[in-house]
C-alpha cells in the first residue's frame, strides 16, 4: 500500500465514485470507504479515520455543513475536495474551513494519487486555473502574462507553500514589500 494511506471517497455519482475508488487502489492506496452523501463523510470520519477523505462539493446536504464535522471527529484527517466546481465562492469557503486540497474531476489518475501523496505530507493544493480566479486577477490579465517570479509564486501557492517555504525558496525575505 502507498505510504499506508486510507483514503475514502465520497461522491453522489456511483460510477464516477467507483472508477475513482478502482483508480486509486490501482495506484496503491487503501480505500477504506465509499459514500454519497455528506452524512455518509461524517459517518466515515467518525468509525474508519481516514487519512484522506475526497469529497464532492455538489454532494446531496450542503457540502459545507460537513466539514467542521468531519474534522471534529478526525482532526488530522485532510480534506480534498474533488469536484467539476471553478467557483472561487467554493473554493474560498472550502479554505477557509480546512480543506487541504480542491481538485477538478477532469484529473487523471497518475496526477490524482501524485497530488494525494502531496497532500498526505501536509502540503496543501489548489487547482491552478481556480486559484487565479480566487487571486482576483483582472480579466484582462491572465496567467501567462504575469512575470516569471509571479508564476512562480503562483506555482508555488497552489502547491500549499507558505509564505516563510516560498520566501526561502525564491531567495527572499518573507515579509518584502516587492516580489517582483
Not at 455519482?13 to 472508477?19: A, I
Not at 486540497?101 to 486555473?129: M, R
Request: a negative charge.
Amino acid at each position: 500500500m502507498r505510504q499506508n494511506l486510507r483514503l475514502a471517497v465520497v461522491d453522489d455519482h456511483p460510477l464516477f465514485r467507483e472508477g475513482v475508488r478502482l483508480s486509486l487502489i490501482e495506484n496503491g492506496f487503501d480505500v477504506v470507504a465509499e459514500g454519497e452523501c455528506a452524512a455518509d463523510a461524517v459517518t466515515i470520519a467518525e468509525r474508519l479515520s481516514p487519512d484522506i477523505l475526497l469529497l464532492d462539493i455538489s454532494l446531496p446536504r450542503r457540502w459545507i455543513e460537513t466539514i467542521a464535522p468531519v474534522l471534529q471527529a478526525q482532526p488530522n484527517a485532510k480534506i480534498v475536495m474533488l469536484t467539476a466546481s471553478e467557483q472561487d465562492d467554493d473554493l474560498r469557503q472550502a479554505l477557509q474551513l480546512g480543506v487541504r486540497g480542491y481538485i477538478l474531476k477532469g484529473i487523471g489518475a497518475q496526477a490524482l494519487a501524485t497530488l494525494l501523496d502531496h497532500i498526505s505530507t501536509g502540503n496543501g493544493y489548489v487547482e491552478p486555473n481556480v486559484c487565479a480566479k480566487v487571486l482576483a486577477l483582472p480579466r484582462e490579465q491572465t496567467i501567462a502574462s504575469l512575470k516569471e517570479r509571479e508564476q512562480r509564486i503562483l506555482e508555488l501557492l497552489m502547491w500549499g507553500f507558505s509564505n516563510r517555504k516560498i520566501a526561502i525558496k525564491l531567495e527572499l525575505r518573507e515579509k518584502t514589500s516587492s516580489i517582483i
